[in-house]
């Protein structure tokens, strides 16, 4: 009878030979990494993808070495934060693909590094406009594709910015179990706070560390008056992590200049750290190494 050793060198298709191949490539590139967070909502549009490039260009800023896993397959947005154009050709070898190298040397791989323009979505079929096919369909392959295929080398720090939607961390729980944990994102909002109430429960019935929740636009300064005031709505945040039992791990003002960097790729936070944002985001960044510090002894 044939054991499975023989099946992954077994002849024909040698599907499980592939899949062998593919876990122990994963495997070896995750190695070299130490510590890998996923920062996600379950709500769209709360800045997540903003405080991964600026949580990771914190700690590229402490000396760590950093890199950022776009796993927002769809709307990718870290290349262009990061300042890696799209016109940037991927350095690529016979044992996987560089990642792109961001601003304070931050590696990073998206989605939209690899499409043929920048303004080219991402197509799952082949269609009359199709304009990037990847080799499958499913995005938890790409995922892994993704992963596995990109040169990481040595990290300290893997960030993965999530897309919205609740359901979304099932593949890199997956692909990624050794995760040491997720940040979750709301605004002050109540719809913002009802749909990360959800993903808070998704991951926690998934058994995924949950670092703690950051609240993100929490107030805004008037330019004028220099008034600070409320932008949302909704319940205390901080009350709400206490509800669910999670850290809370600050609040981040609204500052319009985030925004306004994303067309150099200038970071944020490199730029304007003794601003109130900028302080904001080292003290919940200080709080994400508490965690890993306690977890990892
Ligand atoms: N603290 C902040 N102050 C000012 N603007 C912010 C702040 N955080 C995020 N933004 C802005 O809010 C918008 C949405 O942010 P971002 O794209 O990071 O959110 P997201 O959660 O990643 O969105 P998506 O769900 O589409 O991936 C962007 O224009 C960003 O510049
Ligand atoms: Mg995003």
Redesign the pocket.
């Known amino acids: 009878m044939k054991t499975y050793e023989d099946l992954a060198t077994d002849g024909g298709s040698n599907i499980i030979g592939q899949v062998v191949t593919q876990r122990e490539k994963l495997r070896g590139r995750l190695d070299q990494i130490k510590h890998k967070i996923a920062l996600l ?1 379950g709500k ?7 405080l991964t490039a600026n949580v990771a260009a914190c700690l590229a800023l402490q000396g760590h070495k950093v890199g950022i896993l776009d796993a ?1 397959l769809n ?1 990718p ?1 870290i290349a262009k934060l990061l300042g890696v154009p799209n016109e940037e050709k991927l350095k690529v070898e016979a044992d996987g693909v560089h990642p792109g190298e961001g601003a304070l040397g931050i590696r990073i791989m998206s989605m939209d590094m690899l499409l043929p323009t920048a303004d080219a979505p991402v197509m799952w079929t082949e269609g009359k406009e199709a304009t990037a096919v990847w080799v499958s369909t499913m995005e938890c392959t790409a995922l892994r594709e993704l992963l596995a295929d990109t040169i990481w080398g040595e990290l300290d720090y893997l960030l993965i910015d999530m ?2 939607g609740s359901d979304r961390m099932d593949n890199i729980r997956d692909l990624v179990p050794e995760l040491a944990g997720v940040v979750e994102i709301t605004i002050p909002s109540n719809m913002s706070q009802h749909i990360v109430t959800k993903s808070i429960t998704k991951n926690s019935n998934l058994g995924v560390p949950i670092i703690g929740l950051v609240e ?2 929490a107030t805004y300064v008037c330019p004028h008056c220099n008034e600070e005031g409320d932008l949302f709505q909704g319940e205390d945040t901080k009350a709400l992590a206490e509800k669910k039992g999670i850290k809370f791990l600050g609040s ?5 200049r ?2 306004g960097n ?1 067309r150099s790729g200038k970071m944020f936070f490199a730029e304007h750290q003794e601003s109130p ?1 900028g302080k904001a985001i080292s003290g919940v960044v200080d709080k994400i190494l508490e965690f890993i510090e306690s977890n990892s002894k």
């Open positions: 909502s769209g549009g709360v800045g997540k993808s903003s927002d709307g947005s897309p919205p993100n636009m981040i003002p609204f500052d319009t985030i925004s994303t944002t």
